[in-house]
């Protein structure tokens, strides 16, 4: 029996082969059933599986079925520890010999050391940023200090949008699609046909790297043409310009196709010759070192049950209009505009994932592990690893604390500062009763109205909790907001 090595969806770079054995690649149908999935991520999965076969030749075996299960039962398998619980599980029960996990900074061993003895309560990201970045020697000066003298330069990082549609820089990179590409849509045509599956959003065309070499090509544009800009407003948002400054590294990264060792070494590059400042370097250099990272790790050791938490006793649905991306059935532009840029090309950036789309859930009372599924289907990058503590701990605030101190909520006033959503929306963020008032402005008063009991308990929450105090007209806010049907 010849050994293979297993590549799972997001294994699919070189840093996951060592050349020694042949290779196992699997497309499973039954991984687009699990929960609605956007199609341009299946997509992308499988021309980035069908690219990575048509690299390795001969030493790959491309199989297709139902489950990972049918084609795994077996074989003589080694494996890299899969990216989730339920693939773990997986090559365990068949046998696989599983080496250690890869594609991050630092490893799952790495952090079991750092986090013994903490309780979940001293689990702050910032402290474990500042431990990577001086175990790494990552903007760090000979004596030990933090280059520039600070370990995060996000005060600087808060620029409001410009006034102007877009940013005045060039179009990101875009692969060109192949042979491999048309015939995947092709697969994807005759599965909806038949009824296989069901995708949500729009295919094409492939805006995301599906090869090792196209994530270097991004990364190398990235950091050439748009990493200088990135900083000042990685937090702002423009409704014409999805893509901002950021670098859309996520995705290849996710994939398995990007070393983020490569991407971090890439920016500290530019910093040493000057072709990018130093407040961009560092915010982009903490979103994979810290961040990152981070999300990986409380993914393991938070544990497989970490999704079902609900610390706030959040029990409604995710609206149909959001599981269609329906931005049609939308009133307020900065959801609309959100959703429609996510069916269209299946990513949003972090602030329109968690002040617009997460602000809202987590105000509106929605399920934390329903919200999570969400995400991860509707996402190109929402892997099940990734989403679970970004939703259900940072978006949420389900897990009571652990991934953030406070809850994210904040009413419209924040989104009329840090995008031009507001402008012509037929919900004013400075209203928060009657026809026009913004479900942000008056759904943040109402959220808090209704936790005030447990989050009083938290001290970062006392100034807005005071503010309860001084609206005269808040049980108007609480009785319109429990019967609103328009947002």
Known sequence: MVRQRILFGEQLGPLFDDGEEQVLLVESLAAFRKRPTHRAKAHLYLSAIRHRAAELGDRAELVRADTFREVLTGRDLVAVDPPSYAARRLVRSVGAEVLPSRGFVTGEQDFASWVAGRSDRGLVMDTFYRWVREREDILMTAAGKPVGGRFSYDADNRQPPPKSARLDLPEPWWPEEDEIDATVRADLDAWERD??????????????????????????????HRLPAFGPVEDATLSADWTMAHSLLSVPMNLGLLDPRDAVRAALAA?????????????????????????????????????????????????????????????????????????????????????????????????????????????????????????????????????????????????????????????????????????????????????????????????????????????????????????
């Open 195 to 224: 009824g296989t599956v069901h995708f949500i959003g729009d295919d094409g065309p492939r805006r995301f790297a599906a090869t090792h070499q196209e994530a270097g090509r991004a990364l190398e544009h990235f950091v050439r």
């Open 271 to 487: 910093s040493a010759d000057g072709s990018a400042p130093l407040n961009s370097v560092e915010g982009f250099v903490r979103q994979i070192i810290g961040w990152r990272d981070w999300m990986w790790h409380l993914y393991w050791h938070l544990g497989e049950r970490y999704v079902h938490r609900n610390a706030l006793d959040a029990r409604r649905r995710v609206p149909d209009a959001f599981w269609e991306l329906d931005a049609g059935a939308i009133e307020a532009n900065c959801l609309s505009s959100v959703v429609a840029g996510v069916r269209e090309h299946g990513w949003a950036h972090h602030i329109q994932r968690l002040m617009v789309l997460g602000n809202f859930a987590l105000e509106h009372g929605w399920s934390p592990a329903e919200t999570s599924e969400w995400f991860t289907g509707a996402f190109v990058d929402g892997t099940p690893w990734v989403m679970p503590t970004n939703v259900v701990g940072m978006s949420l605030h389900a897990d009571g604390g652990v991934v953030a101190t406070k809850p994210y909520a904040s009413g419209g006033a924040y989104i009329d500062r840090m995008t031009d959503y507001c402008g012509g929306c037929r919900f004013d963020p400075k209203v928060r009763v009657g026809e026009n008032a913004c479900p942000f402005t008056a759904g943040y008063w109402a959220f808090l109205a209704e936790h005030r009991e447990t989050l009083s308990a938290n001290p970062r929450m006392a100034q807005p909790l005071a503010g309860l105090n001084r609206l005269r007209d808040l049980d108007a806010v609480i009785e319109q907001e429990a019967h609103r049907t328009r947002w």
